[in-house]
T-cell receptor, first 114, second 113 residues
């Protein structure tokens, strides 16, 4: 099992450009999440999907959109990138959205917006 | 959601036992306590979870006093490879779509030879 995979690993964008970060999991998990982590900071939840067909905002959703394409895939889109979105983005999945279920994280996407 | 407070950093030496304490004064009845570990340039990894008293697995122990307002992650005989950031999280075990993990800034554990 690959677990949680993310593409790309690195990306540089110019201000105003758009891009989609891809995430896939092969653990048959129901819930998926997108976080961002700024230097020296903890992770902050952007959006999550408790189950296929549902998405909801997290702590910092502004400037992002998500799509739960199917049970395996959850993508994060930046429509018009801004320097403030320079960060490391982590995707995660869990069997269920309750806190008692362990979240499995991908390796991250390092995004720089100039 | 219960807020957690942890030390920003801790230092230790190889072979020592390390205890990292987390304060969560507003913990609710349905809340569980979970610890994650994060190495540089990697996503966090689940270490241990508990509700009360003591939980032990192959990696760590978690001590939770009766009032549950704090918890202590214990790492026995740390090695250089245990250098990482450790996050304490508190969340509603029955939470559905509204349940979210709040990571905070964590505790940076630096293990020296």
């Amino acid at each position: 099992n690959a677990g949680v995979t993310q593409t790309p690993k690195f990306q540089v964008l110019k201000t105003g450009q758009s891009m989609t970060l891809q995430c896939a999991q092969d653990m048959n998990h129901n819930s998926m999440y997108w976080y961002r982590q700024d230097p020296g900071m903890g992770l902050r939840l952007i959006y999550y999907s408790a189950s296929e067909g549902t998405t909801d905002k997290g702590e910092v959703p502004n400037g992002y959109n998500v799509s739960r394409l199917n049970k395996r895939e959850f993508s994060l889109r930046l429509e018009s990138a801004a320097p403030s979105q320079t960060s490391v983005y982590f995707c995660a999945s869990s069997e269920a959205p309750q806190h008692s279920y362990e979240q499995y994280f991908g390796p991250g996407t390092r995004l720089t917006v100039t | 959601l219960a807020k957690t407070t942890q030390p920003i950093s801790m230092d230790s030496y190889e072979g020592q036992e390390v205890n990292i304490t987390c304060s969560h004064n507003n913990i609710a009845t349905n809340d569980y306590i979970t610890w994650y570990q994060q190495f540089p340039s990697q996503g966090p990894r689940f270490i241990i979870q508990g509700y009360k008293t003591k939980v032990t697995n192959e990696v760590a122990s978690l001590f939770i006093p009766a009032d549950r307002k704090s918890s202590t992650l214990s790492l026995p005989r740390v090695s250089l490879s245990d250098t990482a950031v450790y996050y304490c999280l508190v969340g509603d075990v029955y939470g559905g779509a509204t349940n979210k993990l709040i990571f905070g800034t964590g505790t940076l554990l630096a293990v020296q030879p």
